[in-house]
């Protein structure tokens, strides 16, 4: 009797703690397009032969139909729908004469339901050269806007977060005045507990409102990091708040001042990433050598323009950079989030002259242009990000002058693989030599 009330409370104590339930993972339907090039990676004039295959339980569905598009991306010249697949695949085979990515998207419908695939081919990517012309006064424009913020005192605030705080990093809210008195700028800072010097790192935020938790990890490492915002508002507070503000008065706030460089929403976010460092500097344990800049998609945006604005920087991670090349649809190439002139027509192109010359302040290329020898960056994206075209990313990086790497992990959308991720960070801690 009593081995067996033994055995019961043992069963009772594991199912409290193993899960009661299986997980959703994944789909039983995939459809995968497959390039010829292991590396998907093309000479222009070549053929890059793709195959699709749309499968259920691992296998090759039958009498299956399917839409696809194909051609360059974002401008796709091939367009079917309906055709069915007797077997569940097909080939299809594309070609660029110029340097250019080639996408072919295949949606199967099953079920009443959509399954996508995807894959986008590089031709001479090495050759792609953005369409962004450099305003004479961009460098000067930019200096000036520091140097008028820099009036204004940075009057800090520091609030401990004791319980974010581990037993290696003391974490906080911090804000600073940015681009003039009142107007602030939040972040998270993370500091290593032991006294001394270290080299530190300025994470930018990708685009839309929401709080902050700080990159607790890397400051464990031995580094000092600080997590912005770029809204002018705490970052500590409950998501609804975000999700409201974002909702409302910062809805498409990308948008906000096209039509004036001055009143561009990004001029104070691009400041407010100087006057972080600033606050860095005269705040922090900082060392006085290693100072990195990183983020993705509209974070790749604000590392190229800390980075090209800021001789502080002597290191910088561009991940899908947003913000690249606006211009490029004005000539029928895809062009970068939030693709300001995608597919607007002539008239509205002239109505909106005022946005194009604006747009030219607030491009990334332009900022990859005053990049120096003196800084190192490293560059990846995915070759099927529909909303970053990797054509703008290669671009970027092939404007940059000063050492860099690039590091394309071509099935990816807009987001990153594991293995992406882990290469992001082991490249900050080896920039910082904490590696």
Request: hydrophobic share 35%.
């Amino acid at each position: 009797m009593f081995s067996i009330r033994k055995v019961s409370f043992t069963l009772l104590a594991l199912l409290t703690v193993l899960p009661l339930y299986a997980q959703i993972r994944g789909n039983n339907i995939v459809v995968t397009v497959q390039p010829d090039h292991q590396d998907w990676t093309y000479q222009t004039g070549q053929k890059a032969l793709f195959t699709v295959n749309v499968l259920k339980s691992g296998t090759l569905l039958d009498n299956v139909a399917v839409d696809y598009e194909a051609g360059p991306e974002m401008y796709p010249d091939v367009k079917k729908e309906g055709v069915v697949l007797k077997n569940g695949t097909m080939t299809w085979t594309g070609t660029m004469k110029q340097a250019g990515f080639y996408r072919l998207k295949v949606v199967a419908h099953v079920g009443g339901k959509d399954y996508e695939g995807m894959c986008t081919a590089a031709f001479s990517p090495e050759k792609l050269q953005p369409t962004t012309v450099m305003p004479k006064d961009f460098a000067s424009f930019w200096a000036d806007a520091v140097k008028e913020a820099r009036k204004t005192d940075l009057n800090p605030t520091k609030r401990l977060l004791p319980e974010r705080c581990t037993k290696d990093v003391n974490v906080y809210e911090v804000s600073f005045q940015n681009i003039r008195e009142n107007w602030r700028t939040y972040g998270i800072l993370s500091v290593p507990v032991k006294e001394g010097k270290y080299p530190a790192l300025l994470r930018v935020p990708g685009a839309g409102v929401r709080p902050y938790g700080g990159d607790i990890w890397t400051a464990a490492q031995g580094a000092i990091t600080l997590e912005i915002g770029i809204h002018g508002i705490s970052v500590t507070m409950e998501q609804k708040v975000y999700d409201d503000v974002f909702n409302g008065a910062l809805m498409n706030y990308w948008e906000t001042g096209m039509d004036n460089r001055d009143k561009n929403y990004y001029k104070r976010v691009v400041v407010g990433c100087i006057r972080a460092l600033d606050y860095i500097e005269q705040y922090t344990p900082w060392n006085g050598k290693e100072l990195g800049v990183t983020g993705s998609s509209q974070g790749g945006f604000l590392s190229l323009a800390t980075a090209g604005i800021d001789r502080r920087i002597t290191f910088y991670g561009v991940v899908h950079g947003a913000l690249c090349d606006h211009t490029a649809s004005l000539k029928g190439v895809a062009c970068g989030w939030p693709h300001y002139f995608y597919q607007m027509n002539n008239e509205t192109i002239k109505m909106k002259n005022d946005w194009v010359e604006t747009s030219r302040y607030y491009d990334g290329v332009n900022f990859a242009r005053l990049i120096t020898d003196q800084q190192t960056g490293w560059f990846s994206f995915g070759y099927n990000d529909d909303v970053v075209p990797p054509t703008t990313a290669w671009a970027t990086y092939n404007t940059v002058k000063g050492p860099k790497q690039i590091s394309p992990y071509p099935l990816t959308k807009h987001f990153w693989y594991q293995e992406q991720w882990d290469e992001w960070e082991e490249w900050l801690l080896k920039q910082m030599r904490l590696r």
